[in-house]
């Protein structure tokens, strides 16, 4: 072979010849690694003598497939060897491409889960009629996903009465035939679609991507008690939800927790004698409302009935004390308690059932009442009221003096109070006065401490 003086010709004739001698030289099995790894890049049906590898479609990348076990089997090896050790269970044989059309299938299903449909926002407007409300709803529905997916409404507690897509025709061609027809969408489809999930609960049906507008009439029944309705609704979470509420003028809403918003009252753009209330409450699934006439003359005002059971614990300097009233409301329930103390006292806690919060207002005089006043989060019928306090006790000349110490609750009607003393080994009683009190059981605990009950003549 004559290569002339040509330098290029003669660095590819080596070339080649190193690289045929390389290959020569390189073991089967490399050689056959270097291959598949060439047209695994291609994604392409490999065959080899004695062996065969599967390699997937390009249509779907293998990030996006659903995570399969393949596993390589040589030709000589049978099929059954390696089913034995499956797991026992039904088993189908495809086809290859089948299969990957139902594994693309999966995935999609997978993906559509991932980005479920979600209410962007959401209006509600409703009315009292016939002891219920009635009402309207708006929402828009915001669907990422890639096909046909549910957006799921728990925990809603309404009753749909009608509802209807917005945009009514749906503007969608399909080519058969070289004939462009158009089909109008459906009612809505508002069910439980899939019975292998857990308790999913109500769920609509959004059959195409993008952003969809729901208009529907709705209902929700009231729990009438004594000077008030009470009110429960569920919706769907949405991040930006309103409620607009109509009412007589001389009816006024009053919400039962902390993280909704109520304003108003504005004139009601429908009825000249209602007036409408506006309530904000994204992110929440529940409305907690209660209806009242701010001055009803033809409901009696709250009678509260109640019992004190009083602890005091006498110690070396200091008293401790703890009025336990049980306490029921007549005709109404009541949403605050107020009380008077005696002025020695240090208030330390005041415990009841739903508080929201209390306050002290010292007296006008040193020796005047304070005042406490409970404001509770719902209104109640009845419980228990705790208010812990100190009394300093002071000790002169080996003698200390004590007058009980008194709590009382207003606007209410007192039936009756025990006393129960517990009294430090170190001090014995003297000069004893009962005053209204009568002693019922006296006894000595493990400690040495005296204990003596006393209670009213009511």
């Not at 076990?69 to 090896?77: N, Q, S, T, Y």
């Not at 969608?172 to 609960?201: E, H, K, S």
């Not at 927790?257 to 409450?281: C, E, V, Y």
Request: charged share 20%; net charge neutral; hydrophobic share 40%.
């Amino acid at each position: 072979m004559n290569l002339g003086n040509d330098s290029a010709g003669l660095r590819s004739w080596l070339h080649r010849k190193w690289k045929r001698l390389i290959m020569l030289q390189m073991p089967i099995a490399i050689q056959w690694l270097i291959a598949l790894k060439l047209l695994i890049a291609r994604q392409s049906l490999l065959v080899f003598p004695g062996w065969m590898v599967v390699v997937s479609s390009p249509s779907l990348g293998q990030e996006d497939l659903l995570p399969i076990r393949r596993i390589l089997l040589p030709a000589h090896k049978p099929l059954p060897a390696e089913l034995d050790k499956a797991r026992k269970g039904p088993l189908v044989t495809l086809p290859y491409e089948e299969f990957e059309a139902l594994v693309r299938q999966a995935t999609r299903a997978e993906h559509r889960q991932k980005q479920p449909p979600r209410l962007a926002a959401a209006y509600y407007h409703a009315e009292l009629s016939n002891g219920g409300l009635i009402g309207s709803g708006h929402w828009q529905i915001q669907h990422d996903g890639p096909g046909p997916a549910v957006l799921n409404l728990e925990p809603m507690a309404i009753a749909l009465r009608s509802a209807q897509w917005k945009v009514d025709p749906l503007p969608l061609a399909l080519v058969a035939g070289g004939a462009a027809t158009q089909w109008r969408r459906g009612p809505p489809l508002i069910g439980q679609f899939d019975d292998l999930r857990q308790a999913p609960g109500l769920e609509l049906l959004i059959e195409t991507p993008g952003t969809h507008e729901l208009e529907f009439t709705w209902s929700a029944g009231m729990i009438p008690l004594p000077g008030e309705t009470r009110i429960d609704l569920r919706f769907p979470p949405c991040a930006v939800a309103i409620f607009d509420l109509d009412l007589p003028n001389d009816r006024k809403p009053e919400l039962l927790q902390k993280d909704a918003l109520i304003q108003g009252p504005t004139p009601s753009p429908h009825q000249a004698n209602r007036s409408r209330w506006r309530i904000a409450f994204g992110g929440l699934t529940q409305l907690d409302l209660s209806i009242c006439k701010p001055n009803d003359l033809d409901q009696p005002p709250p009678l509260v009935r109640w019992r004190l059971r009083s602890q005091q614990t006498l110690a070396l300097g200091q008293v401790q004390c703890v009025f336990d009233f049980e306490f029921e409301s007549l005709h109404a329930p009541i949403d605050e308690l107020q009380l008077e103390c005696d002025p020695r006292l240090l208030l330390t806690d005041v415990l009841v059932n739903q508080r929201d919060s209390w306050s002290r207002s010292p007296g006008a005089t040193p020796q005047a009442p304070q005042k406490v006043q409970v404001k509770l989060r719902e209104p109640l019928t009845g419980g228990k009221l705790e208010v812990h306090a100190l009394m300093p006790l002071t000790v002169e000349d080996g003698s200390a003096s004590w007058r009980s110490p008194w709590a009382w609750l207003l606007k209410g009607v007192p039936r009756g109070e025990t006393l129960e003393l517990r009294i430090h080994p170190e001090l014995q009683p003297e000069e004893w006065k009962a005053g209204g009190f009568r002693l019922v059981r006296t006894a000595t605990d493990a400690t040495g401490h005296q204990l003596l009950s006393l209670q009213t003549g009511l």
